[in-house]
């Protein structure tokens, strides 16, 4: 066992893990937050999408280790200090970008991060930036819908779906 220490969500924490010990593991099982999901184990599916040091990141594919010291964001800090939904998160619920949430968490980390590097994506670009993160539920349009209104964009013309 070794100690591994880093801020997450703006707080530091430290625990014992193995060398092998994933970072989404050491999310969801050290510091039950278990927004972060794991659908796959090939690095495929995104839902462990996560910042490191302001970086979109697959938590899956990469061991705790390897993010001593860092920052690290989740889905559980992305609310505002109040509390009330953050824009993005807003935007998934007022388009019904999510139905079984379960690769929510990782497409909001995903749009953070895209909207941080490009802050009116085009349709095309949204759907380019999210390859990395997979839905089995809504076919994307209202994902993508999502994130450009939550970018300001008028989304009035996009036909629901
Ligand atoms: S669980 Fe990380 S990419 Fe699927
Ligand atoms: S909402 Fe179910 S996998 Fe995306």
Same mark, same amino acid.
């Given at each position: 066992?070794?100690?591994?220490?880093?801020?997450?969500?703006?707080?530091?924490?430290?625990?014992?893990?193995?060398?092998?010990?994933?970072?989404?593991?050491?999310?969801?099982?050290?510091?039950?937050?278990?927004?972060?999901?794991?659908?796959?184990?090939?690095?495929?599916?995104?839902?462990?999408?996560?910042? #490191?040091?302001?970086?979109?990141?697959?938590?899956?594919?990469?061991?705790?280790?390897?993010?001593?010291?860092?920052?690290?964001?989740?889905?559980?800090?992305?609310?505002?200090?109040?509390?009330?939904?953050? #824009?993005?998160?807003?935007?998934?619920?007022?388009?019904?970008?999510?139905?079984?949430?379960?690769?929510?968490?990782?497409?909001?980390?995903?749009?953070?991060?895209?909207?941080?590097?490009?802050?009116?994506?085009?349709?095309?670009?949204?759907?380019?930036?999210?390859?990395?993160?997979?839905?089995?539920?809504?076919?994307?349009?209202?994902? #993508?819908?999502?994130?450009?209104?939550?970018?300001?964009?008028?989304?009035?013309?996009?036909?629901?779906?």
């Amino acid at each position: 066992m070794t100690q591994v220490s880093m801020t997450v969500n703006g707080k530091s924490v430290s625990g014992d893990v193995e060398g092998r010990t994933l970072l989404s593991s050491f999310l969801r099982d050290h510091l039950s937050l278990t927004g972060t999901h794991v659908g796959c184990d090939t690095a495929q599916c995104g839902a462990c999408v996560v910042h #490191v040091n302001g970086e979109a990141v697959k938590s899956c594919n990469m061991l705790a280790l390897e993010a001593d010291g860092a920052d690290v964001g989740t889905i559980e800090g992305q609310a505002n200090q109040d509390g009330s939904l953050n #824009v993005i998160q807003q935007a998934f619920q007022d388009h019904h970008g999510l139905q079984c949430g379960f690769c929510t968490p990782g497409m909001v980390m995903s749009a953070a991060a895209l909207l941080k590097e490009n802050p009116r994506p085009t349709e095309s670009e949204i759907r380019k930036y999210l390859e990395g993160n997979l839905c089995r539920c809504t076919g994307y349009h209202n994902i #993508v819908k999502a994130i450009m209104a939550a970018s300001g964009q008028d989304v009035g013309h996009i036909a629901a779906e």
